[in-house]
């Protein structure tokens, strides 16, 4: 009997795996690492990460030992920045020269061989000595792949190519040294049935042609896989990379921010960013914390308040004892929700994969019987090895290789010039099956900029000169909201100077302008520390506003309240049409935000949105998503800051607006590079017809493939006949995939 598996005890870590080419290549990884007693593993094959939990008896290396059991390589992080941050570029660079060499040296190959004219005496040695190096080392990844395979008794794509390639290769080079293959003057006889009369043939072109297609199917994936560590990368770089510590009580010293310790006391001067989570000691100023938190207005901070690392001064010096450091930070916190998020997505079994598992063996199978039976009915051995010979030749997944990167490059082209961006192949499969799209609200289905909506005064015909000379005032701030006010004003002329401007701690504003005393700010300010009243009319206006979650922003002149400004962040003109189109695809809308709710209520009313969820922590996004998900809800989000970053990436489909920060789209499955949200329906509509594109590829090819082995198995299709009948099928996945140019926009 197993001993029960000790659970109190447990730890994860996150291997970074090689090796892998398919699908069915992390499936084997991650039945065997579940296969230690007590492990929990999930393998993620678009990253090429394992994420691992195990108990305590079991170590990091033990692990690793099993990863390679299996034939692949298994790496431990050095540290937590190269946990998240992994950089591929290497194996895309690996890819694409490969690539461009095998291409050089196949299209003289193949015109050779094709192109009768051309062929000169001794022609074919030349495309032998052309052919070798795209054999051998354009494929030979496919070749070491088909090895390790081979020796796990397992088969895949790899193997099929590997098989394929070595088979036309060999029997050319058999041909050429052994019969009158090798002879000047040699010509190369078209028939469209296998090779009955002994006539030599040679199968380079078909070798070379295979290789170089597939070398650019993979190159375009691993292009595509490139940036899975972006996001990540982006997190880490957020944060500030100095600091000035306050040492000996006055002294500054700039030190890098990982010496930071906690209880240190450090400067953030105006404009700097906040080095780490920590208390405000002494000053007082504004901080933006759109970065973290995608909200438009910095909040108003003081001696006791708590500010986060990576966050911006807006305006004076603070000194700050640092509470959290290193990967205690909110901005470390919300990495490990990105990293989280990303490890717990389902792995990308493409189809060709899938059906490769079962087609790859039938086709060696068929094969190697198709040799034998020849061979039993007294055949020649040339015309045995012909028709076995076609059979791997034809079954070459050339079209295969094609069918999912064409119709890849081809749709994310379209979204380019539509101004979306597709990540990779694996995003496409979740794109048929949303029903839910998460919308965060500010930045998304909002401006993301504060503006002057209305001026309610005592007496309407004051409404210009009241909102000149608040505009004069605020002029001399640096707050946003104070920025929205100087902005509107200034739209009527130039404004004049202040004098005697003072900052009351966020409360408000005071100064002198045209040898008139004003006040702008907060009521309660207003009332309770300069003894204030505001006429019942101004006060409606003012509750009419905040009720519809808008910001009030009270003027007083000469000691007399004379007007209310409302100022807030506005709904784009595009998001009501956005918001009717995504419903037309099937999907329910829902707003998800940190704002408080009577501001998301009033936003959602304006979009015609029933669900709401207000005033949630960037943690708890994750959480909604989570709740979705659990609900049996296939979940699209769309949001643009970095507080959107974790939840992006934990949603079945991530759309980020392209106005947003780096994480955020680096997090994200899809780009909206507009920031138009109606662009959310096209991506969706998009994704969605490439997608439909790649399997209708994917089903002429294996369908081409299974109508033509009978053909080949009796005889009736010679293998450069097949190789051209194999060119064809490519010519035809690209020619489907071409027809994607046409998508168009829904206006």
Known sequence: MTPPVDTTDRHRVTLALGGMSC?????????????????????????????????????????????????????????????????????????????LISAALTVPVVLLSMVPVLQFDYWQWLVAGLATPVVLWGAWPFHRAALANLRHRAATMDTLISVGVAAAYLW???????????????????????????????????????????????????????????????????????????????TETRIPTDQLAVDDVFVARPGEKIATDGVVVSGTSAVDASMLTGEPVPVEVGPGDHVV??????????????????SDTQLAQIARLVTEAQSGKAEVARLADRISAVFVPIVIALSLLTLAAWLLIGAPASAAFTAAVAVLIIACPCALGLATPTALLVGTGRGAQLGILIKGPQVLESTRRVDTVVLDKTGTVTTGQMTVTSVYTVDEADGPEMLWLAGALEHASEHPIARAVATRAA????????????????????????????????????????????????RSAADTAEADGKTAVWFAVDGQIRAVIVVSDTVKETSPAAIAELRDLGLTPVLLTGDNRRAANAVA???????????????????????????????????????????????????????????????????????????????????????????????????YNVAALPLAALGLLNPLIAGAAMAFSSVFVVTNSLRLRRFAPSR
């Open 491 to 538: 739209d009527a002329g130039p404004l004049p100077p202040v004098i005697g401007f003072e900052n009351h701690g966020g409360r408000g504003v005071t100064g002198v302008v045209e040898d008139r005393e004003l006040a702008a700010g907060r009521y309660s300010w207003l009332h309770g520390e300069r003894a204030l009243d505001a006429p019942d009319a101004l």
């Open 605 to 703: 009313r304006q979009l015609g949105i029933d669900d709401v969820i207000a005033e949630v922590l960037p943690a708890e996004k994750v959480d909604q998503i989570k709740r979705l998900q659990s609900e049996h809800k296939v979940v699209a989000m769309v949001g643009d800051g970095v507080n959107d970053a974790a939840a992006l990436a934990q949603a079945d489909l991530g759309l980020a607006m392209g106005t947003g920060t780096d994480v955020a789209i680096a997090a994200s499955d899809l780009t909206l590079v507009r920031g138009d949200l109606r662009a959310a329906a096209d991506a969706i509509r998009l994704s969605r017809a490439t997608l439909r594109t790649i399997k209708g590829n994917l089903f002429w090819a294996f369908a």
């Open 309 to 326: 690392g990576a966050t911006v001064n807006v305006g004076g010096r603070l000194e700050v004892r640092a509470t959290r450091v290193g």
């Open 23 to 99: 699908a069915s290549c992390a499936g084997r990884i991650e039945k065997r690492l579940n296969q230690v007693d007590g492990v929990v593993a999930t393998v993620n094959f678009a990253t090429e990460k394992a994420t691992v939990d195990y108990p305590a008896g079991v170590t990091a290396e033990d692990l690793v030992a099993a990863v390679e059991e299996t034939g692949y390589t298994a790496t431990l992080p050095a540290s937590e920045e190269q946990s998240a941050s992994p950089d591929d570029s290497g194996a895309t660079t690996s890819w694409r020269r490969r690539l």
């Open 172 to 250: 050319s080079l058999w041909a050429l040294l052994f019969t009158h293959a090798g002879a000047p003057g040699m010509k190369m006889t078209l028939s469209l049935f296998a090779n009955n009369d002994g006539a030599p043939h040679l199968y380079l072109e078909v070798a070379a042609a295979v290789t170089t297609f597939i070398l650019a199917g993979r190159y375009f994936e691993s292009r595509a896989k490139r940036q899975s560590g972006a996001a990540l990368r982006a997190l880490l770089d957020m944060g500030a990379k100095d600091v000035a510590v306050l040492r000996g009580g006055s």
